[in-house]
C-alpha cells in the first residue's frame, strides 16, 4: 500500500516541478497591435523578439510640421517676390512725346514685359492712368491722357492681354509726378500709369 501511494505522489510532484518551471520560464514580449510598432524593426531596435518597426508619432508631427513650414516658406517666398516684381511693373511709367499718344520703341519694349507679367499673374488686373504735363487746357489734357491710356490698352490687348483685365482712366494734368514747371518736369508727367487691382 506504501507503494501505490508513492508513485502517484511521486507523479504529482513530477508534474508539479513540469509546471512551475515551465511559469518560470523567460516568457518571449511580443507587441500588440496599436503599441507604434510595424514589420521591419529587429528585435535589437525594439528589445522584443520579431520583425517590427517603431513609429515614433513625434518624429511625423516634426516631419509635418517641416513640410509646412517649408511649404509656408515658399508661398512668402512668391509673395514676396510678387510683390517685388507688382511694384516694379506698376513703378516703370511709359512716357509720352509732347502732345502724343503715340508709342515709342522703348514704351513697346516695356509694355511687352509688363505684358509678359500680366500672363504670369493671370488673377491680376490693372489701371492704366493717363496723365499729361501742365501746358495746355483742362479739359485738353483729359482727353489727351485719355488717348493715352487707351493707346496703352489697345497695345497691351493686342499682346494677347484680355481687355476685360485692363480698366483706363484719365487725370490729365491733375497728379504730376513732378510739380515743377520744366521740361524735365513735363517730360516726367507725360505718361501713362500701371495700378495693380
Given at each position: 500500500m506504501r507503494k501505490t501511494l508513492c508513485v502517484p505522489m511521486a507523479l504529482v510532484l513530477?508534474?508539479?516541478?513540469?509546471?512551475?518551471?515551465?511559469?518560470c520560464a523567460k516568457k518571449a514580449v511580443t507587441p500588440e497591435r496599436g503599441m507604434g510598432y510595424e514589420e521591419g524593426t529587429t528585435a535589437e531596435d525594439t528589445g522584443v523578439t520579431g520583425r517590427y518597426?517603431?513609429?515614433?508619432?513625434?518624429?511625423?508631427?516634426?516631419?509635418?510640421?517641416?513640410?509646412?513650414?517649408?511649404?509656408?516658406?515658399?508661398?512668402?517666398?512668391?509673395?514676396?517676390?510678387?510683390?517685388?516684381?507688382r511694384s516694379e511693373f506698376e513703378n516703370e511709367d511709359i512716357y509720352f512725346a509732347f502732345d502724343?499718344?503715340?508709342?515709342?520703341?522703348?514704351?513697346?519694349?516695356?509694355?511687352?514685359?509688363?505684358?509678359?507679367?500680366?500672363?504670369?499673374?493671370?488673377?491680376?488686373?490693372?489701371?492704366?492712368e493717363g496723365h499729361c504735363d501742365e501746358r495746355g487746357t483742362s479739359e485738353y489734357n483729359l482727353a489727351l491722357g485719355?488717348?493715352?491710356?487707351?493707346?496703352?490698352?489697345?497695345?497691351?490687348?493686342?499682346?494677347?492681354i484680355s481687355r476685360s483685365r485692363l480698366v483706363t482712366?484719365?487725370?490729365?494734368?491733375?497728379?504730376?509726378?513732378?510739380?515743377?514747371?520744366?521740361?524735365?518736369?513735363?517730360?516726367r508727367n507725360r505718361r501713362a500709369h500701371f495700378v495693380v487691382e
Open positions: 513530477v508534474i508539479s516541478l513540469v509546471l512551475f518551471s515551465a511559469s518597426e517603431y513609429q515614433e508619432d513625434a518624429s511625423r508631427s516634426t516631419v509635418e510640421d517641416r513640410g509646412i513650414q517649408e511649404e509656408q516658406f515658399r508661398d512668402d517666398a512668391a509673395r514676396s517676390e510678387m510683390m517685388a516684381n502724343s499718344a503715340a508709342l515709342s520703341g522703348t514704351a513697346q519694349q516695356k509694355l511687352r514685359e509688363k505684358a509678359q507679367w500680366m500672363r504670369q499673374h493671370p488673377t491680376v488686373s490693372a489701371i492704366i485719355d488717348r493715352r491710356a487707351e493707346s496703352v490698352k489697345s497695345y497691351m490687348v493686342n499682346l494677347g482712366i484719365s487725370y490729365g494734368e491733375e497728379r504730376p509726378a513732378d510739380p515743377r514747371s520744366t521740361e524735365e518736369a513735363w517730360a
